[in-house]
């Protein structure tokens, strides 16, 4: 998927576009509603150290759908006191954040739009990380975020906490965010998103085709080891993947632990972390002063008085 600079910056300009007065911070918010599963994802693995690889890729895929996107932007949205304002906002970054990431080849992997009715996966593959449209896109976020925060000035004081009817609504939306997801995980596995039922299916792997998006190669003579998001350590036949790095492969198991190489592509190093890091960073460190604003004794004294 394209770095968190570059949807800022994408996803900024349309959103503000469609709605000129929306706030910047609701905007980026909702930007980065779809990476929130794969972040937990990843805290996941840290904190719950013996839980189910296949399990936390699931509930990542189920909740970054744009479905699952509407219920975090309903939970969020309730903080305004523009709430239905607020979640076409939420919603508008999210939708933009998507189909972003599905310009971008990524094999075996893609994005959600019309889950639960469909989990086939959306990618129209149009061009790598390492190509220049996605450079293109990063120096446009990157201008555009600088350019916004001299431009926008953020609005605390459409902050409230929410109560009655609307931290009901709220509550539920959260509730429906976190703990439904296990009843979709058989239609993305069944779609074999990401390769998981593939992967999980070792007995039954060979003659299968497998697709891993950035997956780490190790080279170790001439041995060639492919290490897939479970940890799992598969040999590669064939050609390409010469040295060790972050490559996406094509291939079809020969047997439970062989792959036979269709194609492959070695990406550049990890291009995306630093500027998708930046960019949550931005992100991060606007509402954290908007909340303290608005809720220390001076920004609350303000925000009661207008």
């Known amino acids: 998927m394209p770095n968190t600079l570059a949807h800022l910056g994408f996803g900024g300009l349309l959103t503000r576009t469609a709605i000129p007065q929306a706030d910047i911070k609701w905007v980026y918010l909702g930007i980065v509603l779809p990476d929130v599963p794969w972040i937990l994802r990843r805290l996941g693995h840290v904190v719950l150290p013996n839980s189910s690889f296949f399990d936390l890729r699931l509930y990542a895929i189920v909740q970054s759908s744009l479905l699952f996107c509407c219920c975090l932007a309903g939970a969020l949205a309730v903080w305004s006191k523009q709430p239905w304002r607020t979640f076409a906002i939420l919603i508008l970054g999210s939708l933009l954040h998507l189909l972003l990431d599905a310009t971008q080849t990524k094999w075996g992997n893609g994005v959600h739009l019309f889950a639960p009715l469909s989990w086939e996966q959306i990618n129209f593959g149009w061009y790598w990380p390492e190509e220049i449209p996605t450079l293109l896109l990063t120096a446009f976020g990157l201008a555009y975020v600088i350019f916004m925060l001299w431009k926008a000035p953020i609005n605390h004081r459409d902050l409230q906490v929410p109560q009655g009817r609307t931290l009901v609504a709220g ?10 997801p296990p009843l979709f995980f ?3 596995e069944a779609a074999d998103n990401h390769s998981i039922q593939t992967l999980k299916e070792m007995e039954i792997r060979a003659g299968k085709a497998v697709e891993v998006d950035r997956g780490l190669l190790i080279v170790r003579g001439d041995k060639r080891l492919l290490t897939t998001f479970t940890g799992e350590e598969l040999v590669l036949q064939g050609n390409g993947g010469s040295s060790s790095g972050v490559v996406s492969v094509k291939g079809i198991f020969t047997d439970p632990a062989t792959v036979e190489v269709i ?3 070695e990406h550049v190093g990890r291009l995306r972390d630093l500027p998708s890091y930046f960019g949550l960073g931005l992100v991060a460190f606007i509402w954290a002063w908007a909340i303290y604003a608005r809720f220390s004794s001076r920004g609350l004294g303000k925000g009661n008085s207008s």
């Open 263 to 265: 194609d492959i592509y």
């Open 186 to 188: 058989s239609g993305p």
């Open 171 to 180: 509550v539920l939306c959260l509730s429906l965010y976190l703990a439904t």
